[in-house]
């Protein structure tokens, strides 16, 4: 019962990324700009994929699941960051931490696979175009799509189950802006390194898996790509490829950086930086990415809003 009490009746103290300096403040309204754009950008590819019938592809659905991921991903952070600054109310609970444990975790295991999947259907499209309506018809891709969600959410489930089981003592100051599994695992009264080495372990198979599928996928696009005789067909493929890798530079690497380095060789002040860049930032650029490097995005914006306009 003493341990039941010392676990779960208890707030943890996030200690954030911001203080009240001018220059904090700028930096915060910076943040509000860049989470209110990365909510419109989403929300407004997501629904124009929706209501443009010529993006009914799989490409487009895909796109439509990454912007829900991104969306649902900095509405796991952001909101919470941004009362505690205004409210100066630092704490978050324990079910509040759990809950933000289990949805970035999925998130990130789900986009994970996503961009893996993404990678998938570019090979299909450009290496093998006459068998593209079947390898990618919309059984399989919903039923891929849908294999990410659920690989995701099982990989969040554990994470938090062993991440809450520990007992936490202390200040049970959070080094972190929102309740990041490295950062909270420190306050454990427990020794935590088996649990810290499977969860590399993982962490290995959930990024170095998709990240293969992705090399493999994109070595073979390249190829079909130059032996191309059409001049603007090698144009848009390498548009549409380049900005899917753009998205994918960015989000393994900062993936990669965060949660496959040694303890030992992480940094409070590093890894916030680095979990703003992929949580807040990436969110804000995957749609401005797609939709300035893709001309059907384009007319289909401006065809829904003629549409709206008349």
């Not at 997501?46 to 990454?66: A, G």
């Not at 509405?75 to 759990?98: D, E, H, Q, W």
């Not at 891709?141 to 294999?147: R, T």
């Not at 009264?189 to 290995?204: D, H």
Request: with cysteine; net charge positive; hydrophobic share 50%.
């Amino acid at each position: 019962m003493g341990w039941e009490n010392q676990t779960f009746n208890f707030d943890f103290i996030l200690l954030g990324i911001f203080n009240h300096s001018s220059s904090h403040i700028f930096l915060f309204s910076l943040v509000l700009g860049i989470f209110a754009f990365a909510i419109m950008g989403n929300t407004v590819m997501i629904l124009l994929i929706y209501l443009d019938n010529q993006l009914h592809t799989p490409m487009y659905f895909l796109l439509s699941q990454l912007s829900l991921m991104d969306l649902m991903l900095i509405c796991t952070t952001v909101p919470k960051m941004a009362f505690n600054y205004l409210s100066g109310r630092k704490c978050i609970s324990l079910a509040g931490c759990g809950a933000q444990i289990f949805l970035y975790v999925s998130l990130l295991g789900a986009e994970c696979f996503l961009l893996a999947v993404m990678a998938y259907d570019r090979y299909v499209a450009i290496c093998h175009p006459l068998r593209y309506s079947i390898l990618m018809n919309q059984k399989i891709c919903h039923l891929m799509v849908l294999s990410s969600w659920i690989v995701g959410s099982l990989d969040g489930i554990i994470v938090v189950a062993v991440a809450l089981s520990f007992p936490y003592c202390g200040a049970r100051e959070i080094p972190h802006f929102f309740c990041d599994v490295p950062a909270v695992l420190t306050l454990s009264c427990t020794n935590t390194l088996l649990f810290e080495r499977l969860m590399f372990i993982c962490c290995v198979i959930m990024l170095l898996f998709p990240v293969t599928v992705i090399i493999a996928s994109y070595l073979q696009v390249i190829v079909a790509v130059i032996q191309m005789g059409s001049g603007e067909g090698r144009q848009r493929a390498f548009a549409t490829c380049s900005s899917h890798l753009m998205v994918v530079g960015m989000y393994y690497g900062a993936a990669m950086f965060i949660y496959m380095r040694p303890v030992s060789d992480r940094s409070p002040t590093q890894d916030k930086m680095v979990s703003a860049f992929y949580t807040i930032l990436t969110p804000m650029l995957n749609p401005l990415i797609y939709s300035l490097r893709n001309k059907e995005v384009a007319r289909g914006l401006m065809k829904v809003l003629g549409r709206g306009s008349l």
